[in-house]
């Protein structure tokens, strides 16, 4: 059974900030991995989707990567701004189950 | 605009009470899902449907039942036998072959009174 996994579960940084979040996932054999972000009270948004066969995808200032052989993707975002500030999940996808696995989510503060 | 549309945004349910909460997509979309998330957790996965007239339990259906008489409406009712029903209840659609997108709706929180 895949099981992602999010740390940290909260993070705070400066405005401007270049981050991180990272996620990893057990069984690498997987579709796709896409990351959400979820603002309190609502509903989850996808920023990025990665095919199984992909590396990584960019949309604006953000970046995601995925390795599958590591298990694990990241999450890159230029410059934060405070506006950025949301829960960020990720999910993976695999070939044998028609669901996605989805990680607790960094609670992610950018402070002005 | 497409998308998806839950309905009511908060609910109280009785003790013994089913209570029935709607979900409505117009992205012509033929899978839909129904998602619990529990502070501090992720998603966790109630029924989808891939098609009409027919859904899939997921890991934690035990108190939940489904319907999908029309390929935009898959409605979740939270039955008397789901003993912790408090949670942010989502629903999610996509297009098939597991490829694509998941788009949400904006959520429906359900209380016990």
């Known amino acids: 059974k895949q099981e992602v996994t999010q740390i940290p579960a909260a993070l705070s940084v400066p405005e401007g900030e270049n981050l991180v979040l990272n996620c990893s996932f057990t069984?690498?054999?997987?579709?796709?991995l896409q990351w959400f972000r979820q603002d309190p009270g609502k509903g989850l948004t996808s920023l990025l989707l990665?095919?199984?066969?992909?590396r990584e995808q960019t949309s604006g200032r953000l970046n995601a990567s995925l390795d599958k052989s590591s298990g694990r993707s990241t999450l890159y975002i230029a410059a934060s701004q405070p506006g950025d500030s949301a829960t960020y999940l990720c999910?993976?996808?695999?070939?044998?189950?028609?669901?996605?696995?989805f990680g607790a989510g960094t609670r992610l503060t950018v402070k002005p | 605009d497409g998308g998806i549309t839950q309905s009511p945004k908060y609910l109280f349910r009785k003790e013994g009470q089913n209570v029935t909460l709607s979900c409505e997509q117009n992205?012509?979309?033929?899978?839909m899902y129904w998602y619990r998330q529990d502070p501090g957790q992720g998603l966790r996965l109630i029924y989808y449907?891939?098609?009409?007239?027919?859904?899939q339990k997921g890991d934690i259906a035990e108190g939940y039942s489904v319907s999908r008489e029309k390929k935009e409406s898959f409605p979740l009712t939270v039955t008397s036998a789901q003993k912790n029903p408090t949670a942010f209840y989502l629903c999610?659609?996509?297009?098939?072959?597991?490829?694509?997108?998941?788009?949400f709706g904006s959520g429906t929180q359900l209380s016990v009174l």
């Open positions: 999610a659609s996509s297009t098939q072959g597991g490829d694509e997108k998941l788009f």
């Open positions: 069984d690498s054999a997987i579709y796709n």
């Open positions: 990665i095919q199984s066969s992909q």
């Open positions: 999910a993976a996808e695999t070939y044998n189950n028609n669901d996605m696995r």
């Open positions: 992205l012509n979309h033929d899978a």
């Open positions: 449907s891939q098609i009409v007239n027919d859904f």
